[in-house]
């Protein structure tokens, strides 16, 4: 006598996998932002670095 997956036990494993899968989007949506939070602050840093090194930049004294 073969023995096969019964209905529940498939149904179970579908749901498993199914709730595994939405923890790990929610995980990756969570990281992308705080990926593009980093990446913010990265910029916004290098632009006032810009603006430092233009407002002192060279000062011709006649």
């Not at 149904?11 to 929610?26: E, H, K, P, Q, R």
Request: charged share 25%; net charge positive; no cysteine.
């Amino acid at each position: 006598m073969k023995k096969a997956f019964t209905l529940v036990e498939l149904l179970v494993v579908i749901a498993i996998i199914g709730i595994l899968s939405t923890l790990s989007v929610v995980a990756l949506n969570s990281a992308r932002a705080k990926a593009r939070d980093a990446r913010r602050l990265s910029d916004i840093k290098q632009i006032r670095t810009a603006l430092d090194m233009y407002s002192d930049g060279p000062r011709h004294v006649l």
